[in-house]
């Protein structure tokens, strides 16, 4: 999923998406507007960035930038394991493994994510399903390292 894509997905749902000089987020959103600091440098970037976004429209209510509190805490989670879940997800970790991606980069760039963006969702995947999860014939494993088995019959 690009950019563009998610643009058209927040268009439909009746948000309104500006880029904006930004100081302390690389994202906003309040009601049906969202910010996106205008100076992100790659269109990834900003993929990254909307997606999470998006999660806090479809997942969070009310004001949640006081992180000390324990379920804004859980509502910034929330909203960006739905960001995680819907450019990347484990199914696409699998499809990138597939599609001979060996490293974090190569994964990243299939995926159309930074890297930094990936290995934050493959760290949030861990603390929602352990060691591994298996998924059809493949197994995703996130300790000791992360790697993508298939099981072969």
Not at 46 to 70: F, N, P, R, W
Not at 73 to 95: S, V
Not at 118 to 130: D, H, M, S, T, V
Request: charged share 30%; with cysteine.
């Amino acid at each position: 999923m690009n950019y563009e894509a998610l643009l058209d997905e927040a268009h439909q749902e009746g948000l309104v998406v500006k880029e904006k000089p930004l100081r302390y987020n690389n994202g906003r959103i309040k009601g049906k507007r969202i910010a996106i600091r205008k100076d992100i440098e790659t269109n990834t970037e900003k993929t990254c960035v909307l997606a999470e976004e998006l999660g806090h429209y479809y997942t969070t209510t009310g004001d949640i930038l006081d992180q000390s509190d324990t379920m804004n805490r859980k509502q910034e989670y929330r909203a960006r394991l739905w960001g995680y879940n819907r450019l990347i997800g484990l199914m696409g970790i699998i499809n990138a493994y597939i599609h001979g991606c060996q490293t974090l980069y190569e994964m990243a760039a299939y995926l159309d994510v930074t890297e930094e963006y990936l290995r934050e969702a493959i760290f949030c995947y861990r603390n929602k399903y352990g060691v591994y999860k298996k998924i059809d014939n493949y197994v995703v494993y996130f300790e000791p390292c992360f790697k993508v088995c298939e099981i072969l019959d």
